[in-house]
């Protein structure tokens, strides 16, 4: 038995070493020649993290297309929720494509591996009275107050990700001109018109307290939204902060910072903007991506039923 455990022991610190050799050299490649945010990068790794923990000792070249099928399901074994899933078979599918372009694959499996298919949920959306009561929220005893109803006007105002909002600088607001610069996925940029409660909200957090949110930081912070100790607000304070004004006006436990852009979204539907207008606006890359919120709009959808059903 001892010389098989000398054997079995160098073979998984191999395998080891080479998961982790492949996940940074893989990241290296979604950085530089992809231009995938960070936040896209770390997704992709912990998805190949998990791939990793599944292939075990296996080599890549080793697994044919009846291996691979058997991946999602092992990772609903792992209580992954189907959206889940879904992303973590597409992250194996660009892995392997890579893999392919360094010449360890000859032949890519992966893609011949179908994903699995999701009903399409209709996002949560905020009726306007609602979200009105949620910029209201903030009160003086919160600490911060003018931050976060800037924070929650901005959200609402422009529709932007939560991770936009907290990586916003101060170079990309133009609240004399009326907008803001939002960079989305892979650093695309586009223009978001702001109202004008949300420049009067912003010009009264800029005046009153982001300079006491600052400090005497040197050099000073480039981000809008400032923490208590002068750093970029994280995207997960964000996500706190909107969770515990949403229960304060009694709020769904289920609104969330995305809930406001799709809000955004379905506000600007029912006002009668144009589809294409929309997709612009949030960033989508594909109209489809932007159709959902067509479902969602109730007022388009009486509209409709009462022009066209004969029976309306």
């Excluded at 006007?153 to 991770?163: D, F, I, K, M, N």
């Excluded at 009264?204 to 300079?211: F, H, K, P, W």
């Excluded at 004004?245 to 955004?264: I, Q």
Aim: charged share 30%.
């Amino acid at each position: 038995m001892k010389p098989l455990k000398k054997v079995i022991k160098p073979r998984r610190e191999a395998a080891q070493n080479d998961a982790v050799r492949w996940q940074e050299s893989f990241e290296r490649y979604l950085r530089t020649e992809c231009h995938l945010s960070e936040n896209t990068v770390a997704a992709y790794g912990r998805d190949l993290k998990r791939m990793f923990k599944w292939l075990g000792n296996r080599r890549f070249g080793q697994l044919k297309v009846s291996d691979l099928a058997r991946y999602p399901a092992w990772l609903a074994e792992q209580q992954l929720a189907p959206k889940s899933v879904v992303r973590h078979v597409a992250s194996l599918k660009v892995f392997f494509r890579y893999l392919q372009l360094e010449g360890v694959l000859a032949e890519n499996e992966a893609e011949l591996l179908g994903s699995p298919k999701l009903w399409q949920r209709v996002p949560q959306v905020m009726s306007t009275a609602q979200v009105e009561e949620l910029l209201n929220a903030p009160r003086k005893s919160d600490g911060w107050c003018l931050r976060d109803r800037a924070l929650l006007e901005l959200l609402y105002a422009t529709g932007c990700r939560v991770s936009e909002l907290s990586n916003l600088p101060m170079r990309d607001l133009h609240l004399n001109e009326r907008y803001c610069i939002c960079r989305g996925k892979g650093d695309k940029q586009r223009i978001v018109p702001l109202g004008r409660r949300a420049i009067e909200a912003v010009e009264r957090y800029l005046r009153d307290e982001r300079g006491r949110l600052a400090g005497k930081r040197s050099p000073a912070p480039e981000w809008v939204l400032l923490s208590p100790r002068g750093d970029r607000l994280r995207r997960e304070r964000i996500w706190e902060l909107l969770k515990r004004y949403a229960a304060r006006v009694g709020a769904s436990p289920e609104v969330s910072p995305h809930s406001m852009r799709h809000s955004f979204a379905t506000h600007l539907l029912a006002g009668g903007a144009d589809l294409r207008q929309v997709q612009e606006l949030l960033g989508h890359a594909s109209i489809a991506t932007t159709q959902i919120y067509t479902h969602v709009d109730h007022s388009r959808l009486k509209r409709v039923h009462q022009s066209f059903h004969p029976r309306a």
